[in-house]
T-cell receptor
Framework: ETGVTQTPRHLVMGMTNKKSLKCEQH?????MYWYKQSAKKPLELMFV???????ENNSVPSRFSPECPNSSHLFLHLHTLQPEDSALYLC?????????????FGPGTRLTVL | SQQGEEDPQALSIQEGENATMNCSYK?????LQWYRQNSGRGLVHLIL?????REKHSGRLRVTLDTSKKSSSLLITASRAADTASYFC????????????FGKGTTLSVSS
């Protein structure tokens, strides 16, 4: 185990649903990340939080809304998603947002949008 | 983009053989990291090599870095069926800040 947990592990939702993904890290890290992994494509960084503050938003559509209430927890709120949003969503953490720190990943949430 | 590109995309070998995967990137880096991903699961960090290092070892893993060619290789010696996974290189640079830029990965299959 990497010390990063994600729930749920699988999620199926309709395009009009609202759901949330949860990530928790038990490593005492200060930076947390959301990535999207689609088939045949490289991992796409979505959001970065450092000490609870959002420091990066890589042009992610507003139907994805992150929330970081503290350094240990990270949420991704989903609403009115599209079928092309179906993917594996990975959460990661690192000691801080220094350049190129090792990142620790959770197991991911497999999202299917119908 | 300084995206890493792994080569080959897929590799099939027998247990006991060595597996070599290559990664190329486009701009200067601070460090380069290799990660492993078992099917449908999260990534696990394997090894980090800094831009001023040329070779690094960790167990059965050997990583080389050639900054003049902007390339790295990951060698897994004496492979095992449990090494079956996807392997990704990720580059870090001052320009990218926190972000790691991942390649599309090499899928390794080791048959017993």
């Amino acid at each position: 185990e990497t010390g990063v947990t994600q729930t749920p592990r699988h999620l199926v939702m309709g395009m009009t649903n609202k759901k949330s993904l949860k990530c928790e890290q038990h490593l005492g890290h200060n930076a947390m990340y959301w990535y999207k992994q689609s088939a045949k494509k490289p991992l796409e960084l979505m959001f970065v939080y450092n000490f609870k503050e959002q420091t990066e938003n890589n042009s992610v559509p507003s139907r994805f809304s992150p929330e970081c209430p503290n350094s240990s927890h990270l949420f991704l709120h989903l609403h009115t998603l599209q079928p092309e949003d179906s993917a594996l969503y990975l959460c990661a953490s690192s000691r801080d947002r220094g350049v190129g720190n090792e990142q620790f990943f959770g197991p991911g949430t497999r999202l299917t949008v119908l | 983009s300084q995206q890493g590109e792994e080569d080959p995309q897929a590799l099939s070998i027998q247990e006991g053989e060595n597996a070599t995967m290559n990664c190329s990137y486009k701009t200067s880096i601070n460090n380069l990291q290799w990660y492993r991903q078992n099917s449908g699961r999260g990534l696990v960090h394997l090894i980090l090599i800094r831009s001023n290092e040329r070779e690094k070892h960790s167990g059965r893993l050997r990583v080389t870095l050639d900054t003049s060619k902007k390339s790295s290789s990951l060698l897994i010696t004496a492979s095992r069926a449990a090494d079956t996974a996807s392997y990704f290189c990720a580059t870090a640079s001052n320009q990218a800040g926190t972000a790691l830029i991942f390649g599309k990965g090499t899928t390794l299959s080791v048959s017993s």
